[in-house]
């Protein structure tokens, strides 16, 4: 696996990192990175989609992607501090760009426990509505996830890698991601945070699904991203720019991550510590 990271480069529409080779530093992106505390989970990364030139989807009111995506992030930021005992950093804090590679590179860095990329989904369908939450595959679990992957990994056009290797040298390097037991964790993080965010949404729940998604290929430990609506359905469009709404959504996506911080302490015995972390 150490070979198989320590290789990886960018393919035709795919962009994947070669870890540590930037030298990122927690402060580079976020600017707030301390000691780690201990616990179960001592760094949790937090990726507010797009940003920047780039909007991502916009809704038919004009709501842009790439707000939403910072603002529950945010919100989220709050919710992790008060119910785990992990550092919360986010890869930006403004409205900035980042590559792809920047943000999972970013997460390997500072030795991250999990990452959580926040998206909005889209659709030509004016009526799609509901959540769901993606963890890495070669091959997408249906056209709908081929499409979804398709649109958020656009961005590399702005990263100026259309270049590259082979897909079956691809294809190689995917399967050695694939077997790590991140990867493995990464379905049960999909699952407690799916499970817990489709419980207080209006929308479907549209389940668990799995595509080649550029910004979780670098990643090197349990990585997920979650699309947490439809900007492009008026209505939901609405609720996703309400403030309530934001938190609402936050919530439950910790809630999913404190899940799967209990899992993981069952796993390997750990002590449980009640309570939140204390502030200073």
């Known amino acids: 696996m150490r070979r198989t990271v320590r290789y990886l480069a960018p393919f035709a529409c795919f962009l994947i990192l070669t870890v540590g080779a930037r030298g990122f530093s927690a402060d580079t992106l976020d600017g707030r990175a301390g000691p780690a505390p201990e616990g179960a989970m001592k760094t949790i990364v937090i990726d507010p989609g797009h940003g920047g030139e780039d909007t991502g989807a916009i809704g038919p009111r004009g709501v842009k992607e790439k707000d939403i995506t910072l603002a529950v992030a945010r919100e989220l930021e709050r919710e992790l501090t008060n119910k785990t005992q992990a550092r919360i950093l986010l890869t930006r804090t403004f409205d900035t760009y980042l590559s792809l590679e920047d943000r999972s590179e970013f997460a390997n860095s500072v030795s991250a426990d999990i990452f959580i990329s926040i998206h909005v989904n889209a659709a030509p369908r004016k009526g799609a509505s509901g959540v769901e939450t993606f963890f890495l595959s070669f091959e997408a679990s249906d056209d709908e996830a081929r499409e979804v992957a398709a649109f958020e990994n656009n961005v590399v056009r702005l990263d100026g890698t259309m270049d590259g290797a082979p897909m079956d040298d691809l294809k190689a390097i995917l399967w050695d991601l694939t077997q790590t037991e991140a990867h493995h964790e990464s379905s049960k993080l999909a699952e407690t945070i799916q499970q817990s965010l489709s419980g207080v949404t209006n929308g479907d729940n549209r389940g668990i699904k799995q595509a080649p998604f550029i910004v ?46 209990k899992l993981l302490i069952k796993r390997v015995g750990l002590v449980e510590v009640e309570g939140p972390r204390e502030k200073n």
């Open 216 to 261: 979780l290929f670098g990643a090197t430990m349990p990585a997920v991203l979650v699309e947490i609506g439809f900007i492009s359905n008026p209505a939901e469009e609405k609720r996703l720019a309400n403030g309530k709404t934001q938190k609402t959504i936050a919530r439950a996506i910790s809630d999913g991550v404190v899940e799967f911080e």
